[in-house]
């Protein structure tokens, strides 16, 4: 309690350093029309005096530690992938499998995002969360290898983007109470006011094109804008540079083809009422290797000896087995083209009935069906060599290949409601959301079935929230704010016929305080807290280890920005305190045996951010940061397997970098541009990875031939860096390398 309270004591006399100050009108032909104050054009973006970038729904946030990737950005840096624009923001890492698609439900083999080193993060689209609430892409427990709550590479079409906001830590609240990493919102281009229409053309390695259109423009007089665009972006198989044995090899079965189209139309009747209607449709087919071959133990599949080693038990802890390259049965997924394939459909209709200032009153309907196939063709692992031959040299004859394939669907559909009002010193805010979701699986063998007897999961859930900005005087603002979400029953369909319901329903209520003071025209402070709530996922009920229980905790967050002499400094801190989170660990049970088992924790969180840039003249520019993550996880009522080697506290946080630092140097002149980046990602234990430190670097530029036509060259890994950014133990280290220097040269005309 005295924590707490000082805590709370600490956020009254709060916030952060501004650019500059000003005071002015502000539209942008990209953005909401709306009122904003003090508003300061720096660089790209533009900023309000506390030195927050301004977006079109910046209203939301209450400070914090944002980072905003803009549309010149976007285009500029040609990002082809909502991954690739995102990973270079201090505090974010991506865990990535180094193909391209992922395996539903598939946990270990799907991409994962993690802000501040936590993994809870949602994604929105124009501040509506895109997860849903019955099923999520890693699966449907709280302890899976990943947190993942969609597929990253569905939201591929970066013509869709107008701008990205990274929002980190307790800033996310306001989206929901168990975003504790934080959200990704994504804001959607509009139609501009004269016709414009754009056309991209690239070619690289590996078999790389990219093909884009899209067009945009006004009618009826103005009041109606439209924006079309399509796109495709495909692949062949990558190329690596192996860490375990400095060898360049083809990652086979990494092909991909992605194809994305959206169509947003919005209508304004007048300057504060408008209906706007967004399309979106995405298909995505990538292969499906699961993991590259260990090449230095490739002959023990060959001549059995991992066939022999395994003796039947493929657990945990039959280390012989696994550390001879147990990954190698995975070498025949690639080969014989395992695949995933991926449909999304997501429709809203958004009718905005008033603006107070800068804040939407608006209702919105909203529609999202997706429907995922796992295609494993080559499922041969744990057969003998001899079996194996066999099979494949009768393939095309076999009526009972070792095949798996699933289809899981996911359905969503609600409604969503805004208030916005402006009382004085109170800039208010009021939501709600009510949804439906459901998931279902097609398995055409049962037995197979990796939640066996289960094949729908329906669920029902209501979500409100009210935040009063305070604007306690010119330089400080506070701003308290409560959420309630409801959870609804999940309804468990069976393959048998049965319906049965777990007890799912669960009711909370989260408070959330945030404060920014501007100390001087130049430096900001800010800090907030926030309770966090997250319920379980329907298999955490059937967890036999022990009962898991509701995850909690608190997060809190405390920064400041300062401007000295053209230099922009920012710094953040970011603490959680989970008074109980589930993980899932190696322990020793009742009866003294090892498992691997889901349980209740203690967690605590600790995250730095740091940034420095520096525009050096018109024509030169540099960004350096800096991002350190550690964690403190301890088991409520077990004991940790005493023979893995290490602590919970040291596994966690050796499988993943300790360090990440970005440095981003920024050349323009006349008509050329270009940009040249580099990650170093450092403090990694040699026991999970193949180094203790990783440099990539990526560069991009850009020709402007004249007025309309444009051509530009992107080199990806410039220096051909060995590398792997995930880990998991089975498979051993270097199982996940991330593709090796690629070139990509393209034309863009704008007419």
């Excluded at 506290?649 to 993943?656: D, E, Y």
Aim: charged share 20%.
């Amino acid at each position: 309690m005295k924590k707490t309270c000082a805590v709370l004591a600490a956020l009254c006399v709060t916030s952060y350093a501004g650019v500059s100050i000003g005071a002015s009108k502000t539209t942008d032909a990209g953005l909401a029309t709306y009122y904003l104050e003090n508003v300061t054009v720096y660089g790209d973006g533009k900023y309000d005096k506390f030195g927050n970038e301004v977006t079109a729904q910046s209203y939301y946030r209450t400070g914090g530690d944002v980072s905003v990737i803009a549309r010149e950005e976007i285009e500029r840096k040609h990002y082809k992938s909502l991954a690739e624009a995102i990973k270079t923001v201090p505090g974010v890492l991506i865990s990535d499998t180094g193909f391209h698609g992922g395996m539903y439900g598939g946990g270990t083999y799907t991409s994962e995002v993690q802000i501040n080193g936590d993994g809870h993060v949602v994604i929105l689209l124009d501040g509506r969360r895109l997860d849903n609430g019955a099923s999520n892409f890693a699966g449907h427990s709280s302890y899976g290898n990943s947190k993942n709550v969609m597929a990253m590479y569905l939201l591929n079409n970066m013509d869709l983007v107008e701008q990205i906001e990274v929002i980190k830590g307790p800033g996310a609240s306001v989206y929901g109470s168990d975003a504790t990493g934080g959200a990704i919102n994504i804001i959607t281009r509009r139609g501009s006011l004269q016709p414009r229409s754009a056309v991209d053309i690239g070619t690289g390695s590996w078999g790389r094109h990219y093909y884009a259109v899209n067009t945009s423009g006004p009618a009826n007089q103005g009041k109606l804008r439209y924006y079309i665009a399509v796109n495709q972006d495909r692949g062949g198989s990558t190329h690596y540079k192996d860490g375990l044995t400095g060898v360049n090899r083809k990652f086979i079965g990494t092909d991909f083809k992605d194809t994305n189209v959206t169509v947003k139309i919005d209508n304004d009747f007048d300057k504060t009422h408008r209906l706007s209607f967004l399309y979106n449709y995405s298909y995505d087919r990538s292969g499906m290797p699961l993991t590259a071959p260990d090449y230095r133990h490739l002959s023990n599949l060959l001549d059995d000896t991992l066939y022999h080693a395994a003796g039947g038990d493929y657990g945990w802890h039959n280390s012989d087995f696994w550390e001879r390259g147990y990954r190698n049965w995975f070498i025949y997924e690639g080969l014989l083209g395992s695949y995933t394939e991926t449909i999304a459909k997501n429709l809203s209709l958004t009718y905005v009935f008033a603006n107070d200032r800068h804040m939407e009153s608006f209702v919105r309907i909203f529609d999202e069906r997706t429907s995922y196939w796992n295609n494993r063709r080559g499922r041969l692992w744990g057969l003998p060599q001899s079996r194996i031959s066999w099979l494949l040299e009768h393939w095309d004859t076999q009526t009972e290949i070792p095949q798996w394939s699933t289809r899981d669907r996911e359905f969503m559909r609600g409604i969503q409601l805004q208030l916005g009002k402006h009382w004085g010193k109170h800039d208010v805010l009021f939501g709600a959301l009510m949804t439906q979701s459901k998931w279902d699986r097609i398995n055409p063998n049962a037995a197979t079935n990796y939640f066996r007897d289960i094949n729908s999961i329906k669920r029902n859930n209501f979500s409100a929230y009210v935040q009063d900005k305070i604007h306690v005087t010119d330089n400080w603002e506070v701003t308290p704010a409560f959420r309630y979400d409801h959870y609804g029953d999940y309804s468990i369909g069976t393959i048998s016929g049965n319906n049965v319901s777990k007890s799912g329903k669960y009711s909370h209520g989260s408070l959330i305080l945030s404060s920014q003071y501007l100390i001087d025209p130049s430096a900001t402070i800010y800090a907030s807290w926030a309770q966090v709530n997250r319920p379980l996922w329907s298999a955490d009920f059937s967890s036999t280890f022990e009962k898991l229980n509701n995850e909690k905790g608190n997060a809190y967050n405390l920064g400041i920005r300062k401007v000295y002499r053209g230099f922009a400094f920012d710094v953040n801190y970011s603490y959680i305190d989970m008074s109980n989170a589930i993980g899932q660990y190696s322990v020793v049970g009742p009866n003294g045996k090892v498992s691997n088992r889901a349980i209740n924790a203690v967690q605590k969180k600790r995250a730095i951010n740091l940034g420095l840039h520096k525009k050096i003249s018109d024509t030169w520019s540099v960004g350096m940061t800096y991002s350190y993550v550690h964690d403190d996880f301890k088991g409520k009522n077990v004991t940790v397997d005493p023979d893995t080697g290490t602590s919970v506290n040291v596994l966690v946080n050796s499988i993943r970098p300790v360090n990440k630092y970005g440095v981003d140097i920024g050349y323009r002149k006349d008509r050329f541009n270009a940009d040249f980046s580099t990650m170093i990602y450092s403090g990694m234990n040699r026991r999970y990875f193949t180094d203790r430190r990783f440099i990539v670097s990526r560069l991009s530029m850009n020709y402007k031939m004249d007025d309309q036509l444009s051509v530009y060259a992107v080199v990806d890994n410039v220096f051909n860096e060995a590398w792997e950014n995930k880990y998991y133990a089975l498979c051993s280290i270097g199982a996940f390398p991330q593709s090796g220097r690629s070139f990509m040269f393209g034309v863009k005309y704008d007419f």
